[in-house]
């Protein structure tokens, strides 16, 4: 009856003699992370190459996916969805249709931030020979936009998050960050177990027993990349699993103390330009770093390929990531199309998005974007379609098609298939896009097309005549 909160109760016993003692002790409490003290920054500079040619006219954090969003929705829904509603988005190159993208999504469409924001950091140069350089990596980014976080408004920000614009998952962030209170990181990483066929394409890590990093190694090749398997069921994988996947891989998302980061940036690291090869691999003798392990489904789809892969997983039966999700939902710009008339069509596992017309055609395994039009005879399998901005109207397509001219979509008895067809395409009628000679690489840029890794991209606003065959 004695004992109460915050007491230690105890008993001393000696040879003849008992005796209680009390001790005033601290409750001892779990600090809990508060997303008013969490700032996101979202890399959205990039140039993109490995995403060329979607990425030739727009950002990579602008480019379309699963029908009617775009990647940089992702971390901008993930954010929304945590509570964390200060948020920064770093861009440089191609940069106006993600700025266009963000501002008719995020503000004032029913998205609220309430005392937060979403601000737009574009890059600039200012006076000074140092001043007229363009970021020079993803940390250069950050550095250049430091003095935001010295900014009165944003005293009270304890802890960054930096993320990419090019990733496909579902995550929590504040579980990120509550993992990096607990553990009193100077810096978090979210990792996530990977297979020894892309292990090469990450930043890898190594960690003790308590999480803590204690090898960094970003991108190894050869024996340096045998060197970072781990036992991965020492995370939580299974047997089978550990197998499969014996490396653990950063994700490329970040947790930091706003102070450590101001000084790794300002004065330990000075002309540092990247997080994974240089700042990180850096701090970890210096700083606690610690690994987090995302369990969850998680792609990085900077590749065509693995753009392509992760796009049309979506189509299957039961994907391992959708967007369709009512708790966490994914935000997009408000679009106010009519729904998708469907006229005799045979649709096998696909995704079909608002405003489309498809008329007497076939669709299998594949993603038909917004206002898409897909005449009589159209057979498209195996393709991710993004879709048009605008509509042309009956009597605008029947004109076109009068003057011998090829209207936005498909055309009547087109067969396509591998295939990448990016926004306001026009393909004519009769054409066969089928990569018959299975080239693996290819640039035709004159021609409307590339191809990487087999699949065939369709340049935006390209125009593929009648009887074209690729």
């Not at 993930?78 to 008719?104: E, W």
């Not at 553990?183 to 999480?211: H, M, Q």
């Not at 690291?269 to 770093?289: C, H, K, L, R, W």
């Amino acid at each position: 009856n004695k004992i109460k909160p915050g007491v230690a109760y105890s008993v001393i016993t000696t040879e003849n003699d008992t005796q209680t003692v009390f001790v005033d002790m601290p409750r001892l409490e779990r600090r809990r992370a508060n997303p008013k003290d969490v700032a996101a920054v979202i890399l959205g500079g990039g140039e993109g190459t490995k995403l060329f040619p979607l990425t030739s006219r727009t950002a990579t954090p602008a480019v379309p996916v699963g029908g009617c969003y775009r990647l940089i929705d992702i971390p901008m829904s993930n954010c929304i969805n945590s509570a964390i509603n200060k948020i920064f988005v770093l861009t440089q190159y191609n940069s106006a249709p993600l700025n266009r993208h963000i501002a008719r999504t995020y503000f004032g469409n029913g998205v609220s931030f309430g005392d937060g924001f979403v601000e737009v950091l574009a890059a600039t140069q200012t006076p000074g020979e140092a001043g007229k350089k363009w970021f020079q990596g993803t940390a250069d980014a950050v550095r250049k936009f430091i003095w935001v976080f010295e900014d009165a408004k944003n005293k009270n920000i304890e802890n960054i998050v930096v993320l990419s614009g090019d990733h496909l998952y579902r995550m929590d962030y504040m579980e990120l960050v509550q993992n990096h209170i607990d553990r009193n990181a100077d810096i978090t990483l979210s990792c996530a177990p990977a297979e020894d066929s892309r292990a090469s394409d990450f930043g890898l890590v190594k960690i003790d027993s308590r999480g803590r990093v204690v090898q960094f190694a970003e991108k190894p090749k050869g024996f340096d990349l045998k060197a970072m398997q781990v036992d991965t069921t020492l995370v939580g994988l299974s047997p089978q699993d550990a197998k499969k996947s014996p490396y653990i891989a950063s994700m490329g998302v970040y947790v930091f103390k706003t102070d450590v980061l101001l000084k790794l940036l300002k004065w330990s690291y000075p002309t540092s330009n990247d997080f994974g090869s240089e700042i990180i691999p850096a701090a970890i003798d210096d700083y606690n770093v610690q690994a987090y392990i995302f369990k969850d489904y998680w792609e990085d789809i900077g590749t065509i390929k693995s753009f392509y892969n992760a796009s049309l997983a979506l189509t299957q039966e039961f994907p391992e990531f959708q967007f369709y999700d009512p708790k966490t939902p994914f935000y997009t710009s408000p679009r106010f199309l009519p729904p998708t008339k469907i006229d005799n069509c045979k649709i096998k596992d696909a995704i079909i998005s608002h405003g489309c017309f498809l008329r007497d055609c076939s669709v299998e395994h594949s993603i038909v974007g917004e206002r898409s039009r897909l005449d009589c005879g159209v057979e498209l399998k195996d393709t991710f379609m993004m879709g048009a901005d605008y509509y042309q109207t009956e009597s605008e397509i029947a004109s076109l098609l009068a003057e011998g001219k090829v209207p936005i979509g498909i055309g009547e008895n087109t067969k396509i298939r591998k295939c990448i067809i990016d926004k306001n395409a026009k393909i004519g009628k009769n054409v066969s896009i089928i990569n018959k000679d299975g080239v693996q690489e290819a640039d035709r840029p004159e021609e409307g097309f590339y191809i990487r890794s087999g699949i065939i991209i369709i340049l935006e606003k390209a125009t593929i005549r009648d009887g074209t065959v690729i």
